[in-house]
């Protein structure tokens, strides 16, 4: 398997990217939006925790809230690939921030219902508008060149990053100023306020929405079994998801372990700070290998360096090693979106951002909480071992049906986009 950089040359840049006609604007747009998500979900769990007393109520209320914004991710995907960002992403945004102030306001003070706040977390996670896989879509139209592409997700899954890093951190200041309600009405603004400037962009009016053919399906659907190469791709970012997902959870269980639990956040912060350069160092590279073959072995070698951090014999080497296990997590991110946009059909984009968005997010949801029933039971660096696992397995399977593919002649055809109706 060829997995090497070609030759040096002029390459184009990051810069090239953000200089790209109405990138810049709209990029900035979509970031602010998306700056409500690493505001939202921190500063709801506290408003609820301080309004009804109780942890558990706090805790469940988050989970509905996560559980309706993933599982309706690729419904909500759908409609922008049917209607049009201009069209659904307004209306969608406007509901949502309403129902993130309407909690706010219920949550202010202390005695607030913990039914009616579920409820109305239930509906706000039903609204969350898909702003990633909108961004993502209207980079295909801005920089059809696929080498430039690799680049802009690079970017955008570097600074998505950034902003769920950044995102904690403003909680925190406004929960010293004010009460943690606040939190959700700031989320609730910078959602309305982006969706509006990312709808207003031009680079959304040049994207064009593509009508299903007269006597055709009503829209076009996305069907995970008819693109090999896309469920592929959604399967091993469940995995990587998983991984990340639990390592959270071994990171504080490993401190604790030290009697040094304040040093989760530097475990974590090297993390973020790994993905961040293997994002940028990543998307500057012109690779000679597919995506598809790509994709198994970064998610192995997030699954190797897992492996690594359970038999970590000191805190700063675990800290070194969750940096080496950043350097893989955007790229493999990057390269899932690169997949899924060259699997699909124009008229489908968002809809297959959209489910590797939903496979990362459900994995991480599902690595929390394996691992968290695990830690009581089994050795750490067995719980960590078993968490590195599936993105191993999965890699190691999708490897094999790749080459397999390529042996028989059989890869392109499974990996022409196909039309399916409702």
């Known amino acids: 398997m060829v997995f ?31 700056l409500s998500y690493g505001i939202v979900p921190l500063s709801l769990l506290l408003a609820i925790k301080d309004a009804t007393g109780s942890y558990a109520a706090a805790g469940g209320a988050m989970a509905v809230f996560g559980a309706a914004s ?14 049009g960002p201009r069209r659904v992403l307004p209306p969608m945004a406007g509901l949502y921030a309403a129902l993130l102030t309407v909690i706010a306001l219920v949550a202010w003070r202390p005695g607030a219902p913990p039914l009616v706040l579920g409820a109305l977390t239930v509906a706000a996670g039903a609204c969350t508008p898909p702003l990633g896989p909108v961004m993502r879509t209207l980079w295909s139209s801005l920089v059809p060149d696929r080498e430039l592409l690799q680049r802009a997700y690079s970017l955008d899954g570097v600074a998505e990053e950034l902003l769920y890093v950044t995102g904690p951190l403003l909680v925190g200041i406004v929960v010293t100023v004010t009460e943690p309600a606040a939190g959700v009405l700031a989320g609730a603004v910078l959602v309305f306020v982006g969706a509006s400037a990312l709808v207003s962009s031009p680079a959304v009016s040049r994207a064009r929405t593509v009508r299903p053919p007269a006597g055709g399906p009503a829209a076009p659907r996305l069907r995970l079994h008819g693109i090999v190469a896309l469920r592929h791709a959604v399967v091993v970012t469940a995995a990587v998801g998983l991984c990340l997902g639990a390592l959270d959870l071994l990171v504080v269980a490993f401190t604790e372990q030290l009697q040094r639990p304040a040093a989760v956040s530097w475990v974590l912060a090297a993390l973020s700070a790994g993905s961040a350069v293997g994002g940028l160092a990543y998307g500057a590279v012109r690779w000679r290998s597919a995506s598809r073959v790509r994709l198994p072995v970064v998610a192995a070698a997030l699954g190797a360096a897992l492996m690594v951090a359970g038999v970590a ?19 493999a991110l990057t390269t899932a979106y690169l997949i899924a946009d060259e699997s ?44 590195a696992a599936p ?20 890869g392109a055809p499974d990996e022409r986009p196909q039309v399916s109706g409702a």
């Open 4 to 34: 090497t950089p070609s030759a040096p040359s002029r390459a184009p840049s990051y810069a090239t990217v953000l200089r790209t006609p109405h990138a810049a604007r709209t990029f900035g747009a979509a970031l602010l939006g998306r």
């Open 70 to 83: 993933v599982v309706l991710s690729p419904a909500r995907a759908a409609l922008i690939d049917r209607h």
């Open 313 to 331: 014999p000191h805190l700063y080497v675990l800290v070194a090693v969750a940096a080496v296990a950043g350097l893989f997590v955007a790229p």
């Open 344 to 387: 699909v059909d124009a008229a489908r984009r968002t809809q297959a951002g959209a489910w590797v968005n939903t496979a990362f997010n459900a994995g991480s949801s599902g690595g929390t909480a394996v691992v968290g029933l695990l830690l009581d039971r089994l050795p750490l660096a067995l719980c960590f071992a078993l968490a």
């Open 391 to 410: 993105a191993l397995a999965c890699a190691a399977l999708v490897g094999a049906g790749a080459r397999g593919r390529r042996a028989a002649g059989t």
